[in-house]
Structures are given as C-alpha cells and as structure tokens.
C-alpha cells in the first residue's frame, strides 16, 4: 500500500524546536527525492525543503539555517528538524515527493506556534 504517515508536530512556543517524521512506503521513498511541505490557513501548500535521493538539500527562503531535512534510506524515513520556530510557521506539515504526486497527500502533522 503506498501511503505516508507524518507525525511529530506539537504546540511549541516561540524560538523552541520540533522534530518531524514521515515514514513512507518503498515505492515512493526509494531513489525520490522527498519534500516537506506546509499549508497554513487561507494559504496555499508550499515546499519548505526538498532532499535528493543523495542527501543534497535545498530549503525555503523563509526557513533557511533554522530548518534542517534529512532522510534515512534504511527506514525508508524522512526528517526535518526545526528550530528557532516563529509563530509564522504555524501551519500543517506534509511529505511528499519533490514534484509531489496528488495521490500521496498524507494526513499532516500539526505544528503551532504560540505563546
């Protein structure tokens, strides 16, 4: 079955951290490369960091040197790491390929933050 199971997200106060996972099936994960994604309310999904199937990154410029993608190809795993969170990134979180496919969507993993 090829799916996508994000989890992870939280309520975290500004300037804390988080740690995202997406755990995918084979099919999907092994030789993509692998994107995380947000939409936050009245927007429109964005890319906010991609990693080839080698581990090169590339990153939004809102996020970049807070948030950090990594993937572990053992666990078919996907990663993104964030810090110094702003209220800013509020939104839900996805993975997907990158170009995401639309018969990938998963269900997200909320993060907010608030103080």
């Known amino acids: 079955q090829v799916q996508l199971v994000e989890s992870g997200g939280g309520l975290v106060q500004p300037g804390g951290s988080l740690r995202l996972s997406c755990a995918a099936s084979?099919?999907?994960?092994?030789?993509?490369?692998m994107g995380w994604y947000r939409q936050a309310p009245g927007k429109q999904r964005e890319l906010v960091a991609h990693?080839?199937?080698?581990?090169?990154?590339n990153y939004a410029d809102s996020v970049k040197g807070r948030f950090t993608i990594s993937r572990d190809n053992a666990k078919n795993t996907v990663y993104l790491q964030m810090n110094s969170l702003k209220p800013e990134d509020t939104a839900v979180y996805y993975c997907?390929?990158?170009?995401?496919?639309?018969?990938?969507w998963g269900q997200g993993t909320q993060v907010t933050v608030s103080s």
């Open positions: 997907n390929r990158n170009p995401a496919r639309s018969n990938y």
């Open positions: 084979g099919s999907i994960f092994n030789g993509y490369a």
């Open positions: 990693v080839t199937s080698r581990g090169g990154t």
